[in-house]
């Protein structure tokens, strides 16, 4: 996931309400699709000028009109011109470092939103942001690149399965948002599987890489929750917002879908939880192994060092032809055996407290 | 207790509203069980069709349908267009990873709630998801399988006993949330008698396993929080509600239920802090072990590294015959009494060194 | 103090409402006290029946009834029955495990409360439950076993010392709560001495006991809040309530035992911070003494690993005779004196290192 | 700061309302201070008797009248019965281990405070309480002993410096307790140079009592936020107040003291958070440094542990007359330098690994 | 950054609101600008004496009048004085520790705020406070030294770009601020390639300045987190005021300003979160350095101590002419090869065992 406000600084300085892209350049050429649809009829096109969609907005039917890439400023600029779009509000279809939020004017409602993917190889969540405008008939959704996410949105449309043929433009947004909100279940599974592993391995085989793997998932963990908490806000607004954008046969939908955001987060601070959990078997595993390596550098070290003594106890060269007394063991008959049996009798003793002390 | 969000993201992509079941096919037969009763009267019943409980919906006697097995959602999606139940609220039954919520119809509430249970063997808690809906003078409830713990609301049904007979259908919901809350006790009793015993392992015998055991306990503890805060939540809403099909009468028992769940989040949150206390003790006694080890390592090494030293210096062969100067102590009287009692008053010195150290 | 929702599971089954004790059987009979006052004239009394209390409700003057000991259920009953009292209530009082709470009816209003003493042998704190119900001019009381809480209550009454016996029944319930809460102070008093003893310890002498008595304390802190936080939220209900049985006179009596509890809350809370401090203050004791052994280990083991190494070569057997360049040191004249300035220089260069690095 | 409770318990068993002083007997005797003033003419005196200062609390002047010493509590009832203070704000005057709070009436506010000085020798915030009750036209001040801390506010009235003598009682009331905030801020600058030199200790040279003072430090803190908080809502409540007593030309400067409390609070917080950033650096360097030495141990003894063994295999005596494989060594030419090459090889590749290991 | 309260107490002891001037003399000199503009005319101009800005009051004209340096207090005082500003809030403009903090008066607006700058160098925040005072016509700041900060607004003033020239003095003061927060995410970007930085470091080289320039980010965390909360609440109270001063225009250009401290805010607590797992990561690192080091130690001294101890034992010298017991092995003929082998059976299965504890 892109660090926050990268990037963000090269507009300082700038007059507020200026439409500046900051993101790469992702995709290769600006897309425009319309789906233009009721109950009876639909009407799927790609547009090659920006020109071509405006008839779209005072239809009687509902029409959708993505764009993919927003790298051409001039397009989206007509775009926001014609469906009299505020130049903030331009302004953060643009800045894709944006903060989830919501607009609500009198004709439109303008929603940002952060669509997340797992990338279980580099342990990652890629975003892309999306910006989901709809007015009485017409929803007009910006990305940065194409993507499938909308497809089964696109499917339903064109097999008229369930409501969304029959129902507006906020069923469409909502259904839109649904879509991605889906998307973060995916999310938490690859991260819950990622988790399941560490598990795993702490209690396996605790690596230094393991903490590292821990760190990069409560990152992630971290920059996710901080994207899904405004949505919950922002769909309980939406839920209890009294625009006549909104019908109240959509409101039930939204409710359900607040509940899936609360799921998400709930899931999200579960995460946190057990991965802060996580962390402190690790730190523990970590003390543990060196418990046991103390233990056994301890258990040879103790056992050796005095019978290493007592064999430089005899080793000392003390002239027994001086005196009777140097070293008299020397010359004994049982000398050797007695000397064994000395380190013996110390050995045991010592197995015996190391067995006691339950280090064995 | 099963991971969230898992199998949540088969459903994907599927229309809002589209009837699913998730989970694990538990029971072998869908079994429809009807329980018709009055204060006079009372009629016990398994239904072999679905179509056989549609009759009691609108009796004026009391009837409780209960559903155990959810697998086969023809069943379910008939019943449901039988009782006018919204096909999200539908969905919200047969997806059983769902949160603990509650919908306010004007001719029924619908709430969906975890029901616990404490495996001790595997130091799991098993979930199984049940919803209860109820109308004006009837209960539908949903299980997964068959179980026993509405069998104390039975028994007191058929034997008469207290308020059941006389109240009405929010009674009995009452009554059925009741018993899975009165379950919520003993899977913190299980849970309380588990920190019990790692709070006597991890004083006396702290082994790796132990802080295992946290982790698991640990999660548990989280997995059962998250289903008991909206639960508290949905009670009170329920105690403030002003609908109809909630008789005032019922209102203190849903004041004293309210307590109830009070009483097990206070538990919970206290058992958090017991463990997070548990998790301190456990690392702090593997550092004191740690010392201990140290203490034994050091006075032992400490102890014979000199007194080894010194009897490597009277091991070394340094000609006298070529010198005076060359180890004259090898020829000495006492030379060999002398090195000995040398030794024995170094070996005093540091032991009553590490005894000023309270290290022995 | 007594772990929670023990028991608790030996009513799980039974109709909401049903009378059980679970309790121990902590006094031998149970015991009815009645005494009766106003401004001019004072009653004490034993009741032998339970009957014999029932002329007391409905008499002019402040009647307070004493219930101790709550094992012969029957009796009990038989009171709730005619103080008509919510079997909901009755089921409260016997339940010992009940948390602090308050229910407001129209004639009367029940409190449950934890009675808390400290036993500085055991370092617990010692809980007993004590229902308090008044009305208009009675106030009924049920606790588990007599004790002296209540004393300085009763001698009040009796030398008609202060406000007590012009005041009314409102006044007698709040003068025993405040007696309650007066024996926390003890019980924090209890505590924060064993803090101060172990805030010592942790410094002077950290034995791994300290952090046992750590766990210990911070448990019972842990139940102690428990049961104060919701007495606080009572209290300050009772203050802004606006029933017709508390008089506006003894709102400012509340208020000050509200101030009370509200001290009681920032103590315990302080001596939580305080406990976390002194954990860390141990941990990092443990740490200290560890590095402290360590320093002595490394001292002696680098100081003299080396210079029985040197020893060591001096006390290889190879053959001079054989060739003048095995060993010739043995046969210099200074060879022995050399060999020893070498290990001294060795040893002072050693100890200047580890004087430098500050481990001397 | 002294221990909170302490000798609280020995007024538990009281009636409500009975004045008793649980402080130690700070001030030699009760010295009563009266300053009476209005825009033209001051009046300072020392007051014999307590019956001198009743004629002030009707005068139209401002009359400040300042209790020193509260050990005869006599004097302080004969003052609250003039002055009509309600035998339980009495009783709270006397109580000087009361937590900070106010009382609102219809003739006069009570406001009890708490007075810190921080001695840098102890690394103790010294408390006292400070009683403020105003009226109309006049305010009483109850100290525990003589003290500087209102000599500016005096200075201000000597001098008719700023608003002082043209404002009323309340801005009086609101000069001392703005005096007495001012003086946190000298408790804070004690602490944050407290905090500056740890800071710089732990960097340097972390010695064990570093954390004991950490220790301290963290607990004042503790007891310094424990007082301000309910001071900054008491302010609050003051600003936000509607009672006569406070003329709507204070409230800006109450706003300004409230700006101040928040300041307070928030460089506690800040202070808080930079300690725990303390504890983490120093138990980190404990760490640090056991690793430090630990490297040195294992520099000296995996150098010379092998090298030592060696020198012990030729040191050897196995009888090379006896059998041509006994030790062929000892009597080669090159014998001796090969074993000392051999050991200098050694020792060159384990300083080689040490050395790519960064431990050197 | 600076430590805050340092010299707020020099004041301590002043009468309220005495303007005095707390910061360093950072401006050589007392500057004043003025710009004057409207849609049509602009006016750029340096004035010598405070009284040359008193006409810009009432003109009908935008007026920005911007004061550098804040150390001759006599200006500050004639400028307070005509532009009707009360004396407390000239004491917040002088006093350079204030708050972040907002009066609203009948006809301007106060607000001051902090003005960050990050040095990577020092690794520091550098902050400088700015006040800002808007009335109908005319904007008033005062710094405390001159900066570019806000060269952007004045360039979009004078190219006449944006609605700047359009609008009144409300945008103007936005503008102004949103320059300021503008900045702040220059601050968070410096920090936020810090932390990468850190991260790296503690990944493949923890040492221990890695420790102490997390502490050192993590309080300038904590400084900057304290001066934007402040700003988020006073610009969410300035969206939601009612005062004739703030056009409702500009009110949708103050919702962006907030949308942008609540970034600021959520990646302030991102830092912290992940500033504390990085802690974590580091602690960890420097225990399994430990570890790694153990083992080395571990290894080298039970393989080498073992073999060492069947050296001394064969280096010593019992009497083999004494008794055919006394080391019969030295004169075996195979003894030499014997011994060797037995030390390299023991070495291998030492290394054997090690390699099964993964520990090479």
Same mark, same amino acid.
């Given at each position: 996931?892109?660090?926050?406000v990268?990037?963000?600084?090269?507009?300082?300085?700038?007059?507020?309400?200026?439409?500046?892209y900051v993101?790469?350049?992702k995709?290769?050429?600006?897309?425009?699709?319309?789906?233009?649809?009721?109950?009876?009829?639909?009407?799927?096109?790609?547009?090659?000028?920006?020109?071509a969609?405006?008839?779209?907005?005072?239809?009687?039917?509902?029409?959708?009109?993505?764009?993919?890439?927003?790298?051409?400023?001039?397009?989206?600029?007509?775009?926001?011109?014609?469906?009299?779009?505020?130049?903030?509000?331009?302004?953060?279809?643009?800045?894709?470092e944006?903060r989830?939020?919501?607009?609500?004017?009198?004709?439109? &409602?303008?929603i940002? $939103?952060?669509?997340?993917?797992? *990338?279980?190889?580099?342990?990652? #969540?890629? /975003?892309?942001?999306?910006? !989901?405008?709809?007015?009485?008939?017409?929803?007009v959704?910006?990305?940065?690149?194409?993507?499938?996410?909308?497809?089964?949105v696109?499917?339903?449309?064109?097999?008229?399965?369930?409501r969304?043929?029959?129902?507006?433009a906020?069923y469409?947004?909502?259904?839109?948002?649904?879509?991605i909100?889906?998307?973060?279940?995916?999310?938490?599974?690859? &991260?819950?599987?990622? $988790?399941?592993?560490?598990?795993? *391995?702490?209690?396996?085989?605790? #690596?230094? /890489?393991?903490?590292?793997? !821990?760190?990069?998932?409560k990152?992630?963990?971290?920059?996710?929750r901080?994207?899904v908490?405004?949505?919950?806000?922002?769909?309980?607004?939406?839920?209890?917002?009294?625009?006549?954008?909104?019908?109240k046969?959509?409101?039930?939908?939204?409710r359900?879908?607040y509940?899936?955001?609360i799921?998400?987060?709930?899931?999200?601070?579960?995460?946190?939880?057990?991965?802060?959990?996580?962390?402190d078997?690790?730190?523990?595993?970590?003390?543990?192994?060196?418990n046991?390596?103390?233990? !056994?550098?301890t258990i040879?070290?103790?056992?050796?060092?005095?019978?290493?003594?007592i064999?430089?106890?005899?080793?000392?060269?003390?002239?027994?032809?001086?005196?009777?007394?140097?070293m008299?063991?020397?010359?004994?008959?049982?000398?050797?055996?007695?000397?064994?049996?000395?380190?013996?009798?110390?050995?045991?003793?010592?197995?015996?407290?190391?067995?006691r002390?339950?280090?064995?």
């Amino acid at each position: 996931m892109a660090r926050p406000v990268k990037k963000r600084s090269h507009k300082s300085g700038l007059s507020p309400g200026t439409a500046v892209y900051v993101g790469e350049r992702k995709a290769e050429e600006v897309k425009i699709n319309v789906i233009d649809y009721d109950e009876q009829k639909i009407e799927i096109k790609e547009l090659d000028t920006v020109e071509a969609c405006f008839p779209y907005k005072e239809k009687e039917s509902i029409s959708w009109i993505n764009v993919c890439g927003l790298h051409e400023v001039a397009i989206i600029e007509k775009l926001g011109g014609f469906f009299n779009i505020h130049p903030l509000v331009l302004e953060d279809v643009l800045n894709t470092e944006q903060r989830t939020k919501m607009d609500v004017f009198d004709d439109h &409602i303008f929603i940002v $939103i952060k669509m997340h993917s797992y *990338d279980p190889e580099k342990r990652q #969540v890629i /975003s892309e942001q999306v910006s !989901v405008l709809f007015g009485k008939n017409y929803v007009v959704t910006f990305q940065e690149k194409e993507g499938d996410i909308f497809d089964p949105v696109r499917n339903r449309i064109k097999s008229a399965k369930g409501r969304i043929r029959k129902a507006g433009a906020d069923y469409l947004a909502y259904a839109l948002i649904d879509a991605i909100v889906d998307n973060y279940f995916k999310v938490l599974e690859g &991260i819950g599987e990622e $988790i399941e592993n560490i598990e795993n *391995d702490v209690v396996g085989n605790p #690596v230094p /890489s393991t903490l590292q793997n !821990v760190h990069i998932l409560k990152r992630e963990t971290i920059y996710l929750r901080k994207s899904v908490w405004p949505l919950r806000e922002i769909i309980s607004i939406l839920e209890r917002e009294d625009s006549p954008l909104i019908k109240k046969s959509t409101k039930i939908y939204l409710r359900d879908l607040y509940d899936h955001t609360i799921q998400v987060i709930d899931t999200v601070e579960t995460y946190r939880d057990i991965i802060s959990g996580v962390l402190d078997v690790y730190l523990s595993s970590v003390s543990n192994k060196m418990n046991e390596i103390m233990k !056994v550098l301890t258990i040879f070290a103790a056992l050796f060092i005095p019978l290493t003594f007592i064999a430089g106890i005899y080793g000392m060269n003390f002239n027994p032809d001086k005196s009777p007394l140097n070293m008299p063991e020397l010359n004994w008959y049982f000398g050797y055996p007695l000397a064994l049996g000395l380190m013996t009798v110390i050995a045991v003793v010592l197995l015996l407290f190391f067995k006691r002390k339950n280090w064995m």
